[in-house]
Every structure is written in C-alpha cells, then in structure tokens.
C-alpha cells in the first residue's frame, strides 16, 4: 500500500530541480511565461490534506488538457505553500503558455474557477535581479520562496521565514523538464550527429552479345 508523507518545505533537492527545469524551458524553446496561483475554494475550511493533493493534481491535469488542445506541449513546474498556521495552502505554476493564446488561457482559468482569489495569472519572464542583501529575486525564487534554510543559502534565494508540513511531493514538473529529460536532451547534444545511408542499388548484369 503506497502512503503518502508529509514535507516541511522544499530542499536543496528540490529547488536545484526546480531551477534546473526553469532553465531548460527555455533552452528547448517553451520559456515559462504565465505564473498562475491556485487556492481551491474553501470557505468552511473542511478541505482535507488528501483532498489538497487531489485538488492540485486535477488542476495541472486541467492545464495540460488546455495545452494539448491548442497544439503545444504542456510544460510547467510547480511548488506548493502554506501558513505557519497550517491554513491558505496554495499552488505557485510557471506555465509555458504558445502567447498567441495566452489571452485565452487566462479567460479560460478564471472562467473554471470563478471564486473570489481563487486563480490569479499574470505574466512571468526569467529577469533575475538582486535586493539589497544580496539574494535573487526571480520568478523561481517566488516559487521556492519557502524552502529549507539550507537550500535557500545554496541557491542564494530570498526566503520566507515559516512553513508548515504538507502531504506529498512539495515541488514537480512536467516529464520534459526532469532531470532524465534533461540529462537526455545533454546526451544529444554532444551526440555525432546522425547520418542517413540509403540503400545502394544493385548494378545490373552486363548485356552480353553474340555474334
């Protein structure tokens, strides 16, 4: 039987995941361009921790369906928050969203979950810039803003004192962006390039005459 466990913010792991997708996004040509928060509506606050997770994994399959009807492939990372309290779980997405259609992904979003500050999108781009302390601030580090201490110093993000422990995986991303992906995507890379051998045609008998 397969248990879910908790996790109390995101790790040095997890966050080097995170960063290493955001990069190759880009790299194969589907920046993540749409940050969208997600906040189930719950205003009695009955939602289980079992029901967050399912809450959350009908959400990105919701955009991965969008993705696929318009032609491009479903593409994003994700991480999730919490208060210090346990209340306000969140879902943070860095979607790649074709802009021809980003108008229409953003209707689309607010029109499947119409409850007060329950979807925000806006724009994302990969700007990095750096505060006053020295940390990045980014549209990764606004994901990752609650991870350990440990990999906020690895990675020099800006980190948001305070968590609170939540059931299953903290962070994901799509298959295209995991490391196997992107160890494969290396692997080409430094790949000779292919080479294609047609088949030769079989030289025909010489015509004999006789005299």
Same mark, same amino acid.
């Given at each position: 039987?397969? *248990?879910?466990?908790? #996790? ?6 997890? *966050?080097?995941?995170?960063?290493? +997708? &955001?990069?190759?996004?880009? $790299? ?10 997600? %906040? ?14 399912? +809450? ?18 479903? #593409? ?7 208060? !210090?309290?346990?209340?306000? !779980? ?21 029109? &499947? ?5 329950? =979807?925000?999108? %806006? ?5 990095? #810039? =750096? ?5 990045? %601030? ?14 906020? &110093?690895?990675?020099?993000?800006? $980190? ?9 995986? $903290? ?9 196997? +992906? =992107?160890?494969? &995507? ?8 292919? #080479?294609?051998? %047609? ?8 015509s004999r005459v006789f005299l």
């Amino acid at each position: 039987m397969f *248990v879910q466990k908790t #996790t109390n913010g995101l790790g040095v792991k997890e *966050v080097k995941e995170l960063s290493e +997708a &955001w990069h190759h996004a880009a $790299r194969i040509g589907t920046p993540l361009n749409a940050l969208v928060t997600y %906040r189930p509506f719950d205003p009695d606050g009955t939602m289980s921790p079992a029901d967050h997770v399912k +809450a959350y994994r009908a959400f990105r399959n919701r955009l991965g369906i969008f993705a696929r009807r318009h032609g491009f492939k479903p #593409t994003f990372l994700w991480s999730r928050e919490v208060n !210090e309290d346990g209340r306000g !779980e969140h879902l943070h997405m860095l979607v790649h969203v074709a802009p021809r259609f980003f108008e229409k992904f953003e209707a689309a979003l607010n029109a &499947w979950f119409p409850e007060p500050f329950e =979807i925000d999108v %806006r724009q994302a781009d990969r700007r990095t #810039t =750096i505060s006053e302390n020295g940390k990045l %601030r980014s549209a990764l580090g606004y994901l990752a803003k609650q991870s350990t201490p440990q990999a906020a &110093w690895s990675r020099g993000l800006t $980190r948001y004192k305070g968590t609170y422990p939540v059931l299953g995986k $903290r962070s994901g991303m799509t298959d295209n962006l995991a490391s196997e +992906a =992107i160890d494969a &995507w290396r692997t080409m890379q430094h790949a000779p390039p292919r #080479t294609i051998t %047609r088949p030769t045609t079989a030289a025909r008998p010489e015509s004999r005459v006789f005299l």
